[in-house]
């Protein structure tokens, strides 16, 4: 493939770290400021915004609030992956599990946030974060490593068409997750008419 270019992540995308809570997030739910946690990413990897946590952001520190086209990565726990930021409460942060990624604004009209939050996911990316990763039972990535990530540019054309492609995935999975589920819902009828009869 012609026209790509092989770079690092940092040379892309600025990496800052999540919201500094300390501690457990706690509910306020008088407040209009949201945290994105981890639980809060469903299997397909969409944030679901009904369930986020509305909270106090305590401290010094300017919030980070999350923009449409960032990219989260989860960087502590047992498994790391990159999450594509679309529909959320205007005023969210992340929670520490998190390092927030944001194209750079240089960079903007020639990388789209959402091909590499996906290229993040893919396994080269993946192979070099795993053996990059530290700790034994509470597995972490540095920020450095992920800013070392080495990534692949190609012309904006073929990033839209690898995304428009991974999101036909996407919609597929949900519509194969959707029916297993109604057959399995059909299946309990038929078993509790069986077991009423």
């Not at 919201?19 to 469903?42: K, L």
């Not at 604004?105 to 990059?132: G, H, T």
């Not at 990534?151 to 428009?164: E, F, N």
Request: charged share 25%; hydrophobic share 40%.
């Amino acid at each position: 493939m012609r026209d790509l270019i092989k770079t690092e992540l940092s040379k892309v995308a600025e990496i800052r770290p999540g919201h500094p809570f300390r501690g457990t997030i706690i509910s306020s739910p008088h407040t209009s400021t949201y945290a994105v946690q981890v639980r809060d990413v469903n299997k397909f990897g969409d944030i679901e915004p009904d369930n986020l946590i509305a909270t106090e952001l305590k401290g010094r520190k300017k919030p980070d609030f999350l923009k449409e086209g960032d990219i989260l990565f989860v960087a502590k726990g047992a498994k790391h992956f990159a999450v594509y930021v679309q529909q959320i409460p205007e005023k969210s942060v992340c929670s520490p599990h998190f390092f927030l990624v944001r194209i750079q604004a240089l960079c903007a009209e020639k990388v789209l946030p959402e091909f590499i939050s996906w290229q993040l996911n893919q396994s080269p990316a993946q192979r070099y974060l795993k053996n990059s990763a530290e700790g034994s039972l509470y597995v972490s990535i540095r920020r450095k490593i992920l800013e070392d990530t080495p990534i692949t540019v190609p012309p904006l054309v073929t990033q839209q068409r690898i995304v428009s492609l991974h999101r036909a995935a996407v919609t597929e999975q949900k519509v194969l997750q959707q029916l297993i589920i109604n057959r399995q819902q059909q299946l309990n009828v038929i078993a509790n008419d069986l077991f009423r009869n």
